[in-house]
């Protein structure tokens, strides 16, 4: 009798999770995802004129530019925010004189500092580069990454006037204005 018993049980369960699946049914949709490839870059504070000075002598006889600090600035910051497509290439950041001249006897010296805030694969600065109005990359190996917003976030730039030359020392006019452009590409 028990075992008759188990076995009506056990055909009853079969029969009824056979009628169960009868009544199940599914559907599916597509879902579709917009991932924009972005390369954003801003250069804090924005429209600042960052100013260099060569600075006189102390005395007849002396050389100008001792380091006394006004032919250096480093209150200049660059944030930006990365990605990259699948098995994409690191993106890296440019730097170039894009209007005016450099006077001739000078210099101008850039370094990007390492970059501490943020999250994500952010990049490895170069050495420091001399300005020129040929691309130069300051920083590579950008990957996906956003360096974080505003002043003190991202690479901190530091600009540098050298006197390389008393004898070539050019100029038009006290006040040369350069154009810096930055750009971050593949």
């Known amino acids: 009798m028990k ?9 009853l369960f079969w029969i009824s999770s056979g009628y169960a699946q009868q009544d199940w049914d599914d559907d599916d949709h597509q879902l579709s995802m917009t991932i924009p490839e972005m390369s954003l870059i801003s250069i804090v504070p ?5 100013k260099l000075e060569m600075e006189l002598p102390e005395a007849a006889g ?10 250096v600035h480093s209150g200049t910051w660059i944030n930006y925010s990365t990605c990259k497509k699948k098995q994409g290439s690191y993106k890296k950041l440019m730097v170039q004189v894009t209007s005016g ?32 109005n040929q691309q130069q990359v300051l920083v590579n190996n950008i990957g ?7 002043k003190n976030f991202g ?9 390389v030359n008393l004898d070539e020392l050019e100029f ?3 006040n040369t204005f350069i154009t810096v452009t930055y750009t971050l590409s593949d």
């Open 3 to 11: 075992r008759s018993l188990l076995i009506h049980a056990l055909m």
């Open 62 to 71: 002396s050389e100008p530019n001792a380091v006394t600090g006004s032919n």
């Open 172 to 174: 038009e006019s006290p």
């Open 144 to 150: 996906g990454c956003c360096s974080g917003k505003g």
């Open 155 to 163: 690479h901190q730039l530091t600009y540098k006037l050298v006197l």
């Open 101 to 132: 001249e450099i006077p001739k006897g000078t210099k101008i010296e850039l370094t990007a500092s390492s970059i501490s805030t943020g999250k994500g694969q952010r990049g490895t600065p170069s050495s420091t580069v001399t300005l020129s």
């Open 46 to 50: 924005s429209n600042e004129v960052v």
